[in-house]
């Protein structure tokens, strides 16, 4: 009996391993022609792996905080004794995400931080533009942590609370709902706080012209006028380029103002450069209303992003600005 590959390279011409793994394919099957079929099929995997590409990518931040998530339960059951005796007991677990979260920023992004010499000593309101994911609030937490051992507490949308596993990773970074109250409880205490106006909305729904999508909140001003610290505005550059949504499609809008839940698709996880730029506080003053403060706290974050971000953005400049040996000026 002759075996396939002998058969192949019998006769006075012999086959390449392609052409053999066809014939025998076809034989196989019964199929006239299987060479077509192939080719087709090739030409298809073709046409769609950088779409496939795009819409996979941005699946890797999940597997990132799911890591996360695994890496502080490994943590925990390995603290459970001194859980009992310290108030401290996160504190490694913080210092080991940090590491984690900017390790990634550093080689996927190669992030940078600027202006951190603006966040004052004490308490303060960090407002920032929100991009279509939090990767890079999270870098900057990160970068904050290491470098000035300083946490930064959180107002995020409620649906993220309602994320399965996620209850341990939102306490331990101090993730909160955001009442008033609560935010203006926590500055007091001399916490440093962040919160984006926009939200969920401005993620999925402002494009790479970088508009902010605020509406008519100002609740943000007045915990700042209750509690009586500066607002430090903050912007990451190439944002939008580094994930992009589908929010411009009229439908999904409208589907998100029914449910408000995040059903917008992303696509992108492109490897772009990302720099976190930090402006000047905006000092607190006894007499000026929230929609005063918040006019002005918009003026203050569109001007970072004039300064920092080329309108209207684009991902291959995003990309090739990871080659740049010099830094862009603050």
């Not at 299987?34 to 080719?39: G, N, T, V």
């Not at 951190?116 to 870098?139: M, S």
């Not at 409208?254 to 402006?279: A, D, N, W």
């Not at 003053?285 to 209207?312: F, S, V």
Request: hydrophobic fraction near 40%.
């Amino acid at each position: 009996m002759i075996g396939g590959n002998e058969s192949c390279t019998a006769g006075p011409i012999p086959m390449s391993y392609l052409t053999c793994l066809t014939y025998i394919l076809g034989e196989w099957t019964g199929v006239e022609h299987i060479e077509d079929y192939l080719s087709y099929t090739v030409y298809l995997l073709w046409v769609l792996f950088p779409l496939a590409v795009v819409l996979i990518l941005p699946g890797g931040l999940v597997v990132l905080f799911y890591t996360s998530i695994l890496l502080l339960h490994i943590y925990k059951r390995k603290n459970e004794i001194k859980e009992a005796y310290s108030h401290n007991v996160w504190d490694g677990a913080r210092e080991m995400l940090a590491t984690f979260w900017d390790g990634h920023g550093r080689i996927w992004h190669g992030y940078e931080l600027h202006g951190v010499e603006n966040i004052p000593e004490g308490p303060g309101l960090i407002v920032f533009y929100h991009g279509p994911t939090p990767a890079d609030y999270l870098y900057f937490v990160a970068k904050l942590l290491m470098r000035k051992k300083r946490r930064c507490y959180v107002v995020a949308d409620h649906f993220v609370f309602r994320l399965p596993g996620f209850k341990i990773l939102l306490g331990v970074h101090g993730v909160m709902h955001g009442p008033k109250e609560e935010c203006v409880s926590a500055l007091k205490k001399g916490c440093l706080l962040a919160i984006a106006p926009g939200g969920v909305r401005e993620a999925l729904f402002s494009d790479e012209m970088y508009t902010i999508v605020w509406g008519d909140r100002k609740g943000f001003a007045q915990v700042a006028i209750d509690a009586k610290v500066p607002i430090i505005p903050m912007f990451t550059q190439n944002v939008r380029e580094g994930v992009r949504t589908l929010g411009g499609i009229k439908i999904l809008r409208s589907l998100y103002e029914r449910i408000r839940l995040p059903i917008v698709p992303l696509y992108g996880g492109f490897p772009v450069k990302l720099r976190t730029f930090i402006g000047e506080p905006i000092p607190y003053e006894p007499n000026i209303t929230a929609e005063e403060l918040t006019a002005k706290t918009k003026t203050a974050l569109q001007a970072l992003i004039g300064k920092h971000q080329k309108i209207p953005g684009n991902i291959f400049r995003a990309l090739m600005e990871r080659f740049q040996t010099q830094k862009k000026e603050d």
